[in-house]
Structures are given as structure tokens and as C-alpha cells.
């Protein structure tokens, strides 16, 4: 009896030390953006990786996310609906963060309180405004996002981390004549589209980051959303020569986007770092291929005619960086700077996972942050 009393008490021992090192390891899988960790997909992220349901909406263009829109609208009760469907202002317009709903309140209506066939709704609509089929691009880009926030909601961030708080509104009533907005905005994505007059008039302010920087790996699915545009702004920054280097070198640090949230309008005065012009060929497809990896984010018609733009404002743009050119050390910072884009990205110490850098970055436009308005 004495023998089977210890062997049982060994056998506690043993499961308490493995249940440990289990829980353990949680964050120790995350520490590295090569490595990988895996997470519970939430019901929301789930269902809003499904395919899309089959619509009534025929039309092209603007008409056809008008269509998407007020089929959204239409599975939302009273309550709901006067929660998404507000009046559009440049004020209603400003109200996005990178920091979770809890810590800044959003405008609209969050994902956790959606049944599954208003979130297939939802779903129908912003594939209808991002692109499909590129992994960690676009609309599965989004979903990587919503992924990693679930992984840190298990970890320790608790409730104000998950996909349930993203939060959708529409500003304006959505139509094909007048001023109106789609803000889909949480922790670490937030993504408007603005329209007026039967067009697109601007997408920015867009934020992108992701915590952890690791991929995440959810439903037999493994997203890692916003490692390429770190790899792409390595690229650019390892293949100018020591001279180029020097030249778009920053003086000081920075350990945080100079036009986050909150920072409207606020473009410096005078562009500073390296001109994309005096680049060979093949350097300036670099800084090319960096911003890409944002406007490609949208559906092919609309990225097309605003990598147009860009595209043609290359020569008069400018790059320039602190840290260092690897981007892979907390405090590594680049920006590109045009007539029309702006684009910062900045690798930062974890807040969740500590010790570990994870990406914030701002896309802005001179001319089209928030329509124009």
C-alpha cells in the first residue's frame, strides 16, 4: 500500500510539472518572428473565414459595396443598426487607435455581438474592399490580425484583446452620390474607406501591427499578417550601398510612428533621407515592392489606380530610417515620404509578449486621408 501511495504522488508530481512547462511555454513560442505558436481560433474568426455567402448583389464598383453595405445593415436589429449607422464628420471620422477598444472606445458595432449570418454580411462586404487569395495580404491579412489579438487575449491580455472587439460603422449613409465612410477599426487594424460622389476619394489613414510578430497558427491555418512588409523594408535597406545608408539616416530615434493616431495633418514640412530618384532601377523597385505591400491590400481596381500615383511620384520620394537596416531590433524605424504617400513602420518592445519587438505602421496620404474631408 505504501509503495502505491508514492507511486501515485509521483504521478502528481509528474502531470503538475508537465501541466508547468505547458503553461509555460505559452509565450516562449512567440519570442521570435521566426518562430511559431498556435492559438484557438475564436467562433468569430472561424466563421468570417468561410466563404463568402451568395449575394443578391450584381452591380460593380461603389454600387456593389453600397449593395454589400445595406445587406449588412439589413441583419441588424433597431438597436444595432443605430449603433453602425451614424452621421458622417471628420470628428466620427478621426475616432480609430492602436490601442484594444477597451483602452480607446470605437465608434460602430463590434464583432462580438454579431450572430454568424450578420459576421458572413460583414464578411461579403470587406472582401468586396480587399483583395483575396494572397496570404498575409489584403482580406487575410485582416484575419491574421483578429487571429493574433485572440491569441493575446488567451495569454494574459485578457478581454480587452480578441476579435470580438473590432468594431464596424458606417459614416454617412452609404449611396453612389453622396459623402459616406466604411471605419472597421480595432487593436493593431484599422481600415477606412471613403467615398463621395459615386467614388473612392481615400483609404488612409491605415494602421497595421501585429503582436505577436511570430505567426500564429489558428484552424489549421498559420498567418504571420504583417511580417512581409517587415521583410520588404529590410530589403529596401540592406541593398542601398553604405553612402545611400548614410544619406537616409535619421539623427535622432524613434520608438513609436510619428503619425499614429491622433496626428492628423501633421506631415513634416521638409522631406529628409534619401531621394528614391537617385536610386539605380532595381533599388527603386524595391522601395516600390514596400509600398505595395499596402496598396495591394485593396481590391485590384482601386490599388491599381492609386499605385498609378505613386508609381508616378516615385523619383520625388524619399526614404529614410533609424536603427538598423534589418529591421529585426526593438527601436528600428523607416519611413517613405512622397508628394502623395506616407509610410512609417516601427518595430517596438511587446506589451504582452515582453521582450519581443512587434510591428506598428501608418499608412497616410498627403492629399486623401479621410476623402480629402
Not at 458622417?88 to 477597451?102: D, I, V
Not at 485582416?142 to 487571429?147: C, D, R, S, Y
Not at 489558428?218 to 511580417?227: L, S
Request: net charge negative; glycine share 8%; with cysteine.
Amino acid at each position: 500500500m505504501k509503495r502505491n501511495n508514492v507511486t501515485i504522488f509521483l504521478l502528481f508530481l509528474l502531470g503538475f510539472s508537465n501541466l508547468f512547462e505547458s503553461c509555460k511555454s505559452t509565450e516562449v513560442d512567440a519570442t521570435s518572428s521566426t518562430g511559431s505558436t498556435t492559438s484557438s481560433s475564436s467562433s468569430i474568426t472561424t466563421t468570417l473565414s468561410a466563404t463568402a455567402t451568395t449575394t443578391t448583389c450584381g452591380s460593380t464598383g461603389v454600387a456593389q459595396i453600397v449593395c454589400l453595405a445595406e445587406a449588412f445593415k439589413a441583419t441588424l436589429s433597431s438597436t444595432q443598426l443605430a449603433a453602425t449607422q451614424l452621421t458622417y464628420s471628420k470628428t466620427n471620422a478621426q475616432k480609430w487607435s492602436n490601442l484594444p477598444a477597451g483602452m480607446s472606445s470605437r465608434l460602430g458595432i463590434k464583432l462580438g455581438s454579431l450572430s454568424d449570418t450578420q459576421l458572413s454580411a460583414f464578411r461579403n462586404l470587406m472582401v468586396a474592399v480587399l483583395s483575396l487569395n494572397a496570404a498575409n495580404e489584403g482580406y487575410d491579412e485582416l484575419i491574421g490580425n483578429l487571429v493574433a489579438d485572440d491569441y493575446l487575449n488567451t495569454i494574459g491580455g485578457g478581454a480587452d484583446y480578441g476579435a470580438s472587439n473590432y468594431y464596424i460603422s458606417f459614416l454617412g449613409t452609404p449611396s453612389t452620390s453622396s459623402l459616406w465612410a466604411i471605419l472597421f477599426t480595432g487593436h493593431h487594424y484599422t481600415q477606412p474607406f471613403t467615398f463621395n460622389g459615386g467614388a473612392n476619394t481615400g483609404v488612409t489613414p491605415a494602421f497595421r501591427g501585429t503582436e505577436p510578430q511570430a505567426a500564429v497558427t489558428a484552424a489549421n491555418r498559420t498567418y504571420q499578417a504583417f511580417e512581409q512588409e517587415r521583410v520588404a523594408f529590410a530589403a529596401l535597406l540592406t541593398g542601398l550601398s553604405t553612402t545611400e545608408q548614410t544619406t537616409a539616416k535619421l539623427s535622432g530615434s524613434y520608438n513609436d510612428l510619428v503619425l499614429g493616431p491622433g496626428q492628423d495633418g501633421k506631415f513634416p514640412t521638409t522631406k529628409v533621407g534619401l531621394q528614391v530618384g537617385t536610386l539605380s532601377s532595381d533599388k527603386q523597385a524595391l522601395v516600390l515592392n514596400a509600398i505595395k505591400l499596402y496598396v495591394n491590400d485593396l481590391d485590384a481596381s482601386l490599388a491599381a489606380t492609386i499605385l498609378t500615383k505613386y508609381t508616378s511620384e516615385l523619383a520625388n520620394t524619399y526614404v529614410a530610417f533609424s536603427g538598423t537596416t534589418a529591421m529585426s531590433s526593438q527601436g528600428d524605424y523607416v519611413r517613405i515620404d512622397g508628394p502623395s504617400v506616407w509610410i512609417e513602420f516601427s518595430y517596438q518592445g511587446g506589451v504582452i509578449i515582453r521582450n519581443t519587438p512587434h510591428s506598428h505602421s501608418v499608412w497616410r496620404d498627403h492629399t486623401s486621408d479621410y476623402g480629402g474631408n
